[in-house]
């Protein structure tokens, strides 16, 4: 499946649709643009398909990452910075667009670069023969291991991971070169594909022979293309004769965590030595700490840059540590074998958690059972009147359809953006992983519009369909097709599941039998096939209806696994609502509805909390972090009134990871202090700046960007006026 190229059809210019990751992009023309197919191999960057125009300049919609290259070796000419116009001789140069579908311009002309707050414009000579390169930029398994319910068995799977790398020098930090390591299939045999082998990089890892220590290291063994053998001592070992033990004072798991964290980390740095050259935030601050040589680094082999790495005092790296996206709490039974690749493509931190580690009375003590407990509105489980108050639910005898009160897993804190749990149960918080959700690649084709379909079928719920009708589809460039049912029947549910969505919003009432209906209850259970790639249930206790729609093709659901009022599920409803259309994954979205709204703990992810409804409008989705303070004086001395617009924020701008910019991305802010470096690693925050108020609205104000001051959870588009004046 590849992108395709056309005409628009409301202006001039032309249309980018990647058919699997349903992604659009548009570059806009002066002249009337009529692509006709090109050859892809002048393209010195892989492309999958390409197309020849003739204008005179092509304008991006939005202010993207543009590098300018050699056309003939892909070296590099230029970085376009932001707010910058520069004007290149006349040679053959390749534009590269980091957009969300990958595109590459080829072009022999002079060339004249604009990039504005909001756009970049290319302008060539007149009009010009120009090639348009792209590429989806998805990735998933290939291969198929076959492995038996065996620690050992899945040791020789796991070392094939890194067969999916397309290098093994620090240049695999970049995600594109990352493939997606092999699916794993429980059987009765090992089979492993012939063409999947062990890169011969020299490194071992050495661990015991059980599941709780292959699955620790499985992402370590992926990320160094590593072998893992059974020993006694869990250690990594190369031919060098370098060793690195990982049963020290922190403990196994920490030490593997460690050793990950450290060693993208530092990757990532050293290879701005190479193809990418960049002024990243995290090597200004790592050559003031430490005196490594990133010149003489990126050359060596992968043995003599982890003896480096790992020589570093973690002193050094205090202040520079990288903030991870996912840690994963994985059951270390044969039961999480077939996520292993997931767990592993994500780059995710790995924590075994045993059951005989827990204690199921000490574990419901904790203060998330004590918000499931206190949460509860209306009678006690043994009582059958209705819950007049619970907004959303209906009689106790009607209201299971959760799990049990020992099936749900407690989560300890971690310092990654997110959390996932793999095993039996489900968590109080955070995402559950469905093996069946990650087997769907959605490979057939779609026309580029986000298909989002709101079923309402409780006329005292229309509330939150106001409140969140404005929030889908208000992007430009992103084309939406909205549509609100309201009372929808059990055959009308029925048909309306089984279609296309890219997100189906359900507001109502749910229970232990199904979705409530005038004219019945439909069982998701009953439904065969789901054409939804994400579902949003915002009903009481909708978690096995959830699993239900995973389990019949859904890639993602956010459920409840409580009752949850009305005024609560508005809140959450149009919050969801708002950072899906921004374009935060699911499970992103889960951590800021639990942190910033009043049950958003209430909810929980199954299935694959790294999936998108929307391409996000600034690559990367941020999240703003304001604090204003009055300016003590103007520049005649005269003091400044608090809430005038001459006031200045303190902001600090917090990147989530996403699957298109996953761990190992770079974010470029068009705002940003006097002496701020250019790029900063994906995800966490950047460095702290100040603005003025009226040039951050004019950063954000386009479009609606999720900000937080003084705790509280705020739009730019609405409320923004409100935080700076």
Known sequence: MRPRIASLDD????????????????????????????????????????????????RLPYNDPVTVRDANDGSLVHEVGHDETRRLDADEYLVEISAPVKLYVRVASTLRI????????????????????????????????????DPEAVMAAVSTFGSALKTTTCE??????????????????????????????????????????????????????????????????????FEHRFDTDRGFEDEVVHTLKRTVLLDCVTRTEGFHPMD?????????????????????????????YLSVPDSALRDV?????????????????ELLPYVANDLSLVRVQSPASESPTDRFESPERAALRSFKRGPGPDETEAFSNCGRSREREQVSGVPGSGEYVPLPDDDAMSQAWVGDGTPVHGAKLLATAFEDTRSEPTDGVIDVTVVCNDDRMREEWDAISDAYGARDVVSFDVECRFDATTGELRD?????????????????????CPDGVLDAETVAETGATTVLLNACRSHDQGVALVEAGA??????????????????????????????????????VEEYTSIGRHYVVLGDPGVTVAQCADGIPLRYELDRHPVAADSEGETVEDGDDHDELDVTAVGYATRRY?????QQLYLRGPDAPDFHLVPGPTEPFTAEPAAFREAVGNYSVPLVADGELLWSDQLFDGVTE
Do not use: C, K, M
């Not at 992009?25 to 390409?50: G, H, M, N, R, W």
């Not at 890219?502 to 199904?514: A, E, K, S, T």
């Not at 949850?564 to 259309?581: H, K, M, S």
């Open 321 to 337: 540590g990288l903030t991870w996206d996912r840690v994963t709490h994985v059951r270390p039974t044969a039961g999480g074998i």
């Open 496 to 516: 309306l599941l089984a279609d296309t969505h890219d997100l189906f919003h359900f507001i109502g009432h749910i229970d232990g039998r199904g979705f409530q």
């Open 11 to 58: 202006r001039t210019g032309i249309e980018i649709l990647d058919p699997i990751e349903n992604h659009r992009y548009v570059l806009y023309t002066p002249e009337t643009a009529s692509p006709t197919p090109a050859d892809t191999d002048p393209f010195v960057y892989p492309v999958s398909v390409a197309s020849r125009i003739e204008v005179s300049a092509l």
């Open 172 to 241: 695999r930090s970049w995600p594109t070169l990352r493939g997606h390591p092999p699916r794993l299939e429980r059987g009765d045999g090992l089979a492993i594909p012939d063409d999947l082998g062990v890169p011969d990089n020299g490194v071992t890892i050495h661990v015991p022979a059980d599941y709780e220590h292959v699955f620790t290291v499985a992402p370590l063994a992926y990320y160094f293309g590593a072998e893992v053998v059974p020993g006694d001592s869990p250690r990594l070992t190369a031919e060098s004769g």
């Open 662 to 666: 996953p761990v190992g991305s770079v």
């Open 555 to 592: 890639r993602a659901a956010i459920v409840s696994w409580g009752d949850v009022d009305n005024l609560g599920a508005v809140e959450v409803g149009e919050t969801f609502a708002r950072l899906l259309n921004y374009g935060f994954d699911v499970g992103d979205a889960l951590e800021i």
């Open 114 to 149: 604009d990039a504005a707050t909001d756009e970049v414009r290319l302008a060539f000579d007149g009009e010009t023969p120009t090639e348009v390169g792209a590429r989806s930029t998805h990735t998933s398994p290939a291969d198929v291991i076959t492995v038996p319910d």
């Open 280 to 308: 990243l935030h995290e090597r200004r601050l790592l050559e003031s700490a430490t005196d490594l040589d990133f010149a003489d680094l990126y050359d060596a082999s992968l043995p003599e840059q982890l003896e480096a």
